[in-house]
């Protein structure tokens, strides 16, 4: 067992780093850390390296079993690539009938994929803040059409993944019937609480992203203190503002992780996403990519009910792409004149350790990745 990564490494995501090996006294995430650092070889005869890839399963009609890798353990996975696909009516519509629609969204789909995006994600219903909300038979009437043509050209989720930008349980469901392969919840399910019921029937990977309010009053509610709770053990600590931001963010997601999960939701299907521009500030935008690297080690564990969390080795998704931050600081008020400095933060949600990236401008942001792969992880 010490000898051996694949033994060790699920192990110390379900054991609090307190867990003391019953044989030799000493903590598990202990004789993991041994093995990283060479203190101590893999066993020969079962692995050649420590080297361990995280799966997360998706859920193709085809017999074959189909996932999507992350290289977690060394950061060697390219970056994935989302492109945002808004299907609001201002977005494609000029006026004409919804085929025309259906057929200007395949035009975009197709240059998507010509352009090496990896994954689109096909949103119904704009969660900017202050934006109106559609009814759901209106959000559905835009994207099951969309979802539907994609997946008819482009049938297998090797060809392309589709994700499903949404909070309403009943869309990701009727997206998944139609096709859809990710569900990318900005709410964590806090906007539904049917969501984790469909997200546990489907088995499908599940973004989930942190917020607090709703659509309308979360950009005021980004106070950060720190929380009081004896039963909740933090291994990280926060010794200043940006770090305790990390771990209220991280507890946050935990709340929903727990609730998730004892609906059925599996670890592997989560992809975690701190929310950069729902319920944070210019400067918290900032710290949460700064601090990236604190929030792929949070750690914590429930005293009283011994339930232990971690985010170490689950993928994560930023979105920074034209958000007001970024207009703030280039002085751009136009959302479409953020391209660079949309540029400049993909690359530096990549070096803190981003695995996905949710953009609009995917030409440029290609490059950037593809740069940002070259210098971070060594990927070319
Ligand atoms: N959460 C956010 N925080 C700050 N600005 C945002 C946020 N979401 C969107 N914006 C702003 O909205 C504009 C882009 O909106 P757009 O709807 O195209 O983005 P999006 O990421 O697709 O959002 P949605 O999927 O909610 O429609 C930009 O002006 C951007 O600055
Ligand atoms: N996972 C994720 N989804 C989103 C995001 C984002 O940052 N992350 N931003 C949006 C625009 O507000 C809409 N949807």
Known sequence: ?????????????????????????????????QLVTGTRQVDPNVQTSIDLVNLVPLV??????????????????????????????????DGHSSNLI??????????????GVDIIDIGGCS??????QPSEEEELSRVLPV????????????????????????????SIKAGADIINDVSAGLFDEKMYDVVTKYGTPYIINHLRGDISTMSKLTTY???KDNDLQVFTKANNQPAMLINEVSKELCQCISKMTEKGVRRWQIILDPGLGFAKNLDQNLDIIRELPLLKKYNQLNTATGEFLSFEHIPLLLGPSRKRFIGKITGKDVASDRINGTSAAVTACIGYGSDIVRIHDYKEMKDACLMADAIYKGIR
């Open 1 to 33: 067992m010490l000898e051996r990564s694949f033994v060790l490494l699920p192990l110390c995501e379900i054991l609090p780093p307190t867990f003391i090996h019953p044989v030799t006294a000493e903590p598990v995430h202990d004789h993991l850390k």
């Open 60 to 93: 193709d009609n085809s017999k074959e079993f189909r996932y999507i890798e992350y290289d977690l353990f060394n950061n060697k996975s390219k970056t994935q690539l989302m492109s945002i696909l808004n299907v609001t009516p201002d977005s494609f519509s």
């Open 102 to 115: 259906v057929e200007n969204v395949m035009k975009k789909i197709d240059n998507m994929i010509t352009n």
């Open 127 to 132: 969660t900017r803040p202050n934006s109106e």
């Open 147 to 174: 979802i539907k043509a994609a997946r008819a050209k482009y049938p297998s989720s090797d060809d392309i993944l589709i994700s499903i930008d949404t909070y309403r349980s009943r869309v990701a469901e009727e």
């Open 225 to 227: 203190k720190e929380t």
